[in-house]
């Protein structure tokens, strides 16, 4: 059997009686302080009041065969001190402006929000980033992107954790370890990716963009509108349906005279004129 007093404690023995033997092999009280430290009591003997610090555990082990009295002690504990709130992280300050910067709002696949011209997971609270993963983000536009700390896994030629950075064409490069990569621009676009295994992992990168954003698509163009067909005196000009329901005016008829550059294929049409 065994109890722990918590705090800074005194204990004062009133009564003791445990069997007796070289170093207390049979029966005994071992108490022990916070730090790890034991002693072993048996006999007639009380032991000396002592005071202990952070807490205090007292033990009592029998065997089968002969036993004292037992003992009683006084104990006075002073409550440890409370835990310490855990210090929040701070939060990281909102990006300086920089005039005519684009700044864009990206999210990643799990959620997250980024707003400002700062992109990673040191800017999100992260002391390492998460193993088994696969992130990507892409930033649209004309990019920079400058590194401002970067720690990956390392290894030769990158195979366990890291960051693929492709451009626009597809092209790609890998990158690991401690150094920087370089500031680099992009054209169109850039796709920044983390993979990770499931071993060991660094503390993660942060990088800065300014982007630049792509220009608009342009609206399609119409198709002009065919002009009317040319009165021709004495012409008898005809109002004409066909089955799926267009009408044509005037003298002409045929699926070029409405715009088309060649005629449908998997077609019957077929118009009558009357008179």
Known sequence: ??????????????????????????DYIRVTDGRGASQKYCGPALPPTSMYSGSVTVALHSDEA????????????????PTPAPTPLPTPAPPTPVPGADYLT????????????RFGFLSDGYTTYPDRTDKEVTFEGDCELRWTSFDV?????CVYDYIRVTDGRGA?????????????????????????DEAKEGSGFELEFRCNPPPPTPAPTPLPTP????????????????????????ERFGFLSDGYTTYPDRTDKEVTFEG
Do not use: I
């Open 227 to 250: 002009a009317p067909p040319t009165p021709v005196p004495g012409a008898d000009y005809l109002t004409l349906r066909v089955d799926d329901g267009r009408t044509f005016t005037g």
């Open 153 to 157: 896994e390392e290894s030769d030629a």
């Open 1 to 26: 059997k065994e109890v722990t007093f918590e705090g800074d404690c005194e204990l004062r023995w009133t009564s003791f009686d445990v069997e007796e033997s070289d170093a207390c092999v049979y």
């Open 172 to 196: 790609s490069q890998k990158y690991c370890g401690p150094a920087l990569p370089p500031t680099s621009m992009y054209s169109g676009s850039v796709t920044v990716a983390l993979h990770s």
């Open 66 to 81: 002969k036993e004292g009295s037992g003992f009683e002690l006084e104990f006075r504990c002073n409550p440890p001190p």
């Open 106 to 117: 990206l999210r990643v696949d799990d959620g997250r929000t980024f707003t400002g011209e």
